[in-house]
């Protein structure tokens, strides 16, 4: 499948685990449900992990898009 957009790659993401890098070192690792064009994300079961370790499950959860880093298929 080719991509055109960078939008197109969390398309494919969509209702799979993600982990998402935040400028302020922590990852979140949950179930892409919905983003939009900001990267703005809604994450399902989503996990606080802190240098490796878990450290809450927060569940449902939205993420403001510009403290995001990198968003990537766990």
């Keep these: 499948m080719e991509m055109d957009r960078p939008l197109d790659t969390l398309n494919i993401a969509r209702n ?3 982990i998402v890098e ?3 070192q ?3 690792i949950g179930t892409l449900r919905a983003f939009d064009i ?3 994300t809604v994450l ?4 606080e992990h802190v240098e ?6 927060l569940g ?7 403290t995001i880093i990198l968003i990537s298929q766990a």
Excluded: S, T
């Excluded at 490796?52 to 499950?57: E, F, M, S, Y």
């Design 16 to 18: 799979k685990r993600v």
């Design 22 to 24: 935040l400028k302020n």
């Design 26 to 28: 922590k990852q979140i």
């Design 38 to 40: 900001h990267i703005n």
């Design 44 to 47: 399902d079961n989503a996990e």
């Design 52 to 57: 490796g370790q878990l450290k809450r499950k």
């Design 60 to 66: 449902n959860v939205f993420i403001r898009g510009d």
